[in-house]
């Protein structure tokens, strides 16, 4: 009855509320984004104060619930959202817990340890009900919705159990909550393939999370030089950690916005928690900007400076990598391997000789290894289109075709011209069945119908691809 009665009130869609008709990320969620904002604040900020091994396995063990609380609601989003005022309300009120969960960060060990796990318990009750109410919706689903509300649901109760005992008993409990979540949704992901997360809508979610953190780490930067008054070694730190968050964004952005992963996400189990260890270590690095900049005035570097930023760095190219060769063609894998794991053994390397190395002049040559990845990134990506497109199987070898190549289907054919093409990915990410880089060729005209990809073909922003009727073609002979 309340189900009935809030959904019959005017929303976005004046219709009362309907499935995700379209990919991108609504203006509640961009809201309800905002309390992690200050959840990953105040996190970051903990961090930074804590900075070493016991200060990073705090970070890890809080930051992960609060990721985790959101990726929750990102993932049903993602799977089963629908744009009216019941899941409004319960997203406002996860956003309340996820509120209170936030202001309990700084005493979440201490004092603070019953209200934290109260307040992660709350921000799956909304959830909970959510599921229950998709369950109710979706019959076709049953199974897929049953088997995760009695994963979240057996969480949120060892979380609340936890309040009962005195630490560090507490967290042993707050552990296998966690891990029954995270177990719940690995097991779920046969189940879950029948119902895969919109390719378009969970790599543009967890973008906006990952821009809150890089937003956190240009924050930092602009901090410490601010209170360092602009020293030349703190000038130099602070461009380096600018180029590092900048040549970051560039390849992750770079690597998402041109959708070479299409349909590879399935159920969005990997891509989801392969974002955990990136996000940590961006964090990481972080923090050792932040030290870096914060310590040059005085000339004096703690000696875990260089470890919290080149282990966040390591971290995230480990993680980073790993994303991409499980998104990527096997083809790739060779390329992929070479940049990332060359890089990645050097900062390794690197990382001993912080004790005997300026730790400035060692940041500057993180900040190299950082740019020189997303330069061979870009190339390669290029490449990778280049190579597709012509249909060569070259990628060095130049696109020579006077007319646009011919795609046949039995109800259209597709042309496509690569010489004006703007490789925007639109025709990736709004027909996926037809158009998808991983398939030789990589235009399939019967993979839907000719209404379909026409109105596909009319967003292209290139005109690169064009489309004729084969009725069209034979009245043509016929005259």
């Known amino acids: 009855m309340a189900d009935t009665v809030t959904t019959t009130l005017?929303?976005?869609?004046?219709?009362?509320?309907?499935?995700?008709?379209?990919?991108?990320?609504?203006?509640?969620?961009?809201?309800?984004?905002?309390?992690?904002?200050?959840?990953?604040?105040?996190?970051?900020?903990?961090?930074?104060?804590?900075?070493?091994?016991?200060?990073?396995?705090?970070?890890?063990?809080?930051?992960?619930?609060?990721?985790?609380?959101?990726?929750?609601?990102?993932?049903?989003?993602?799977?089963?959202?629908?744009?009216?005022?019941?899941?409004?309300?319960?997203?406002?009120?996860?956003?309340?817990?996820?509120?209170?969960?936030?202001?309990?960060?700084?005493?979440?060990?201490?004092?603070?340890?019953?209200?934290?796990?109260?307040?992660?318990?709350?921000?799956?009750?909304?959830?909970?009900v959510l599921y229950f109410r998709a369950r109710a919706q979706n019959p076709e689903a049953h199974k897929l919705t049953t088997f995760l509300l009695a994963g979240y649901s057996a969480g949120a109760a060892l979380w609340l159990i936890s309040i009962a005992v005195d630490p560090p008993l507490r967290f042993v409990f707050w552990a296998l909550g966690t891990g029954i979540e995270f177990a719940t949704f690995t097991l779920a992901r046969k189940v879950a393939r029948q119902f895969p997360v919109h390719t378009v809508h969970l790599p543009e979610r967890v973008g906006l999370f990952t821009i809150i953190v890089l937003g956190e780490a240009i924050l930092a930067i602009i901090i410490g030089i601010g209170d360092v008054h602009w020293n030349p070694l703190a000038v130099v730190a602070a461009i380096v950690g600018f180029a590092m968050a900048t040549s970051i964004w560039w390849n992750y952005f770079g690597y998402v916005d041109r959708a070479v992963l299409e349909c590879t996400l399935g159920n969005g189990q990997a891509y989801m928690f392969l974002h955990l260890p990136m996000l940590i270590g961006l964090i990481t690095m972080r923090t050792g900007i932040e030290h870096i900049i914060g310590d040059s005035h005085r000339g004096v570097f703690p000696p875990e400076t260089i470890a919290i930023l080149g282990g966040g760095l390591a971290l995230w190219i480990a993680a980073f990598y790993s994303l991409q060769l499980i998104?990527?063609?096997?083809?790739?894998?060779?390329?992929?391997?070479?940049?990332?794991?060359?890089?990645?053994?050097?900062?390794?390397?690197?990382?001993?000789?912080?004790?005997?190395?300026?730790?400035?002049?060692?940041?500057?040559?993180?900040?190299?290894?950082?740019?020189?990845?997303?330069?061979?990134?870009?190339?390669?990506?290029?490449?990778?289109?280049?190579?597709?497109?012509?249909?060569?199987?070259?990628?060095?070898?130049?696109?020579?075709?006077?007319?646009?190549?011919?795609?046949?289907?039995?109800?259209?054919?597709?042309?496509?011209?690569?010489?004006?093409?703007?490789?925007?990915?639109k025709c990736l990410t709004l027909l996926p069945g037809v158009f998808n880089l991983r398939n030789r060729p990589w235009v399939n005209a019967q993979g839907a119908g000719a209404e379909a990809i026409m109105k596909t073909i009319a967003d292209c922003p290139s005109g690169a691809l064009t489309y004729t009727l084969p009725q069209e073609i034979t009245a043509e002979g016929r005259s």
């Open 327 to 425: 998104t990527y063609p096997p083809r790739e894998g060779r390329r992929l391997t070479a940049t990332y794991g060359l890089a990645l053994v050097g900062i390794v390397a690197l990382i001993p000789l912080g004790g005997s190395l300026h730790p400035v002049g060692l940041a500057v040559i993180f900040g190299i290894v950082s740019v020189s990845i997303t330069v061979l990134e870009t190339q390669r990506r290029a490449a990778i289109l280049t190579n597709v497109y012509s249909s060569t199987g070259q990628t060095n070898i130049p696109v020579r075709r006077s007319e646009p190549k011919q795609y046949p289907g039995p109800d259209i054919i597709v042309q496509f011209d690569p010489k004006i093409c703007i490789h925007s990915a």
């Open 10 to 128: 005017p929303t976005a869609d004046f219709d009362g509320g309907s499935p995700r008709a379209q990919p991108h990320a609504t203006w509640l969620e961009l809201f309800y984004d905002l309390v992690y904002i200050v959840a990953v604040a105040v996190l970051a900020h903990q961090f930074s104060d804590n900075a070493g091994i016991k200060g990073f396995a705090v970070f890890v063990g809080l930051f992960t619930p609060v990721w985790w609380s959101w990726a929750g609601h990102t993932i049903f989003e993602s799977r089963f959202g629908r744009d009216d005022n019941f899941q409004r309300g319960m997203t406002l009120l996860q956003m309340l817990a996820s509120a209170a969960m936030a202001i309990q960060i700084p005493q979440a060990l201490g004092s603070g340890s019953a209200g934290f796990a109260v307040a992660y318990a709350a921000t799956r009750a909304p959830l909970i």
